[in-house]
């Protein structure tokens, strides 16, 4: 791509979009040193922000984290590719945090009483299993890869649209290396400071592109529906496999992908973690209360979707910066290209240091410590999960390098195939005072064990591998849990002896 311009002396190909992004990313790496000037810098600081966070940083640190690259890159390709199906997102994230209102104050009193900071932690201290948290982990980054894999492929897209660098290679690794940096000089802390940024302006951009294409090329987005209405029909049903127009989704392998999102939402570790940083139990369920809202973020994206399939746009995860370019915009595709790609960036960079965050957390203190029983003096932990953060993104950035053809929407049901395993372990073990360890860890291997073989096997299945191998995981846990030893009562009595949802006055003070 040839250069048509310049910023600050480079040639770049599309100079307003290269720099709404190089200010935006020096914006990120000023939030994180900032960040990091906060707190004492301990592992409750690090991965729990001292438990502080208010509601304004948890609305924008939950929606910001949930909807990465896939939600901008994704929704609007699965409109021109598969019509209505798209309306799958809507109906599993409607529901996805739901859970978390009833365990989430749970979770985040036992954190504050306990000293947890990570998912696997309290499950593998309900559990008393050095072997929970090791399966955990695992399970965990298993599930991690292909999601950081997601969000480098959008930034490496973004910066090689606008910069016309050949390789997307080099974009990936410059958003890692600025995501990388501001995690590790900010911790948790340098998460929610740039996500309250990069929420509010994916919200704006996104809301402000999705409304004014319709209403340029078509007069408003009631006069566009009206002419899907009348020239793309099919694509405003759900389609089924056969029939003429998008692409079928059988019934089957529909309803398995909004029961594997739907389930699998509230346990992702870097969302379930963010209910030890909140300054309250009771603000973890305002949190889910106010999250749906976040939805709304949707609409605008499954408008361009729609605009993208009446110019006969393409079905790839590229189709938004199809869109940029549009002739019939004229000179109002500059400044569209350069802020859809900043939204795109954002949504990426808010998911990608979630991830990484939590990724250091788990491999320092559910798989080195918990896990493998490693001893690690907790003054030293910090540094370690900033090495660790460096380390995943660097195999992140190698699956990019790979040249993984798989879609966005694809790598994320992959991820949602593993960590929608943890539901038992979590849902019921920290309710029902009968589950036991043996329980847990044959429930989790059998789980995690299935999506793998399902996944290597290779055979086209009529449902999501998530959902086959949740079904002998659920089995196996209770059944193994009503034959077996109870757990120590010492280990129960943490858990559910005395009043253990009551707040204590330290939590209150957090």
Not at 41 to 58: I, K, L, N, T, W
Not at 204 to 211: A, E, K, T
Not at 347 to 370: E, I, K, Q, Y
Not at 481 to 501: I, K, T
Request: aromatic share 12%; net charge neutral; hydrophobic share 55%.
């Amino acid at each position: 791509m040839a250069a048509e311009g310049s910023v600050l002396g480079l040639a770049f190909a599309k100079p307003w979009a290269s720099a709404v992004l190089c200010t935006y990313l020096l914006c990120v790496l000023v939030l994180g040193w900032l960040a990091a000037r906060r707190g004492r810098g301990d592992v409750s600081d690090f991965v729990a922000g001292e438990r502080a966070f208010g509601p304004v940083v948890m609305y924008f640190v939950v929606g910001a984290t949930m909807f990465s690259a896939y939600a901008l890159l994704g929704t609007p390709q699965r409109v021109v590719e598969k019509g209505s199906d798209v309306f799958y997102i809507l109906a599993y994230g409607s529901v996805g945090l739901v859970p978390l209102f009833f365990v989430g104050a749970r979770v985040r009193r036992l954190g504050a009483r306990h000293g947890f900071v990570t998912q696997a932690e309290l499950v593998a201290a309900r559990f008393d299993s050095r072997a929970v948290a090791l399966l955990m982990a695992i399970g965990t980054l298993a599930a991690f890869w292909p999601y950081l894999v997601i969000q480098l492929q959008a930034a490496a897209m973004v910066v090689s649209w606008a910069t016309g660098w050949t390789s997307p290679v080099w974009g990936a690794g410059l958003v890692a290396a600025v995501v990388c940096t501001y995690v590790v000089q900010g911790g948790v802390r340098g998460v929610g400071w740039t996500n309250v940024v990069q929420g509010v302006g994916m919200l704006v951009v996104v809301w402000v592109i999705g409304l004014y294409l319709p209403q340029r090329l078509y007069g408003g987005v009631g006069p566009m529906f009206d002419r899907v209405a009348a020239e793309k029909a099919a694509w405003l049903v759900l389609p089924e496999v056969g029939e003429t127009g998008p692409g079928g989704t059988s019934p089957w392998s529909y309803s398995s992908q909004v029961l594997v999102s739907a389930l699998g939402f509230s346990v992702w570790p870097h969302v379930f973690m963010k209910c030890f940083t909140a300054k309250s139990a009771r603000l973890v369920q305002w949190s889910v209360m106010t999250y749906p809202s976040f939805l709304f973020f949707l609409l605008p994206l499954i408008f361009l979707g729609y605009v993208a399939t009446l110019e006969g746009g393409p079905a790839t995860d590229q189709v938004l910066f199809w869109l940029a370019e549009l002739p019939g915009l004229e000179g109002a595709s500059t400044w569209i290209g350069a802020f859809l790609a900043f939204a795109v960036l954002a949504a990426s960079m808010s998911t990608l240091d979630a991830l990484l965050h939590a990724s250091g957390a788990v491999l320092v203190r559910d798989l080195w410590v918990g896990g493998l029983g490693r001893k690690l003096d907790p003054s030293r932990q910090p540094a370690m999960m900033r090495v660790a953060i460096v380390v995943t993104a660097a195999l992140a950035f190698m699956g990019v390098a790979s040249g993984i053809e798989l879609s966005l929407v694809d790598l994320l049901l992959l991820g949602y195939d593993f960590i929608v395993q943890f539901v038992p372990v979590i849902f019921i073990g920290l309710f029902w005072r009968g589950a036991n360890r043996v329980g847990a860890v044959a429930g989790l291997s059998v789980g995690l064990l299935g999506v793998l073989v399902l996944q290597l096997v290779g055979i086209a299945l009529p449902v999501r591998p998530g959902v086959l191998a949740l079904l002998p995981n659920l089995a196996v846990f209770v059944l193994a849990s009503r034959v077996g030893q109870a757990d120590p009562e010492p280990v129960l009595a943490r858990f559910f002896d005395g009043p253990p949802d009551a707040p204590k006055n330290s939590e209150r003070s957090a």
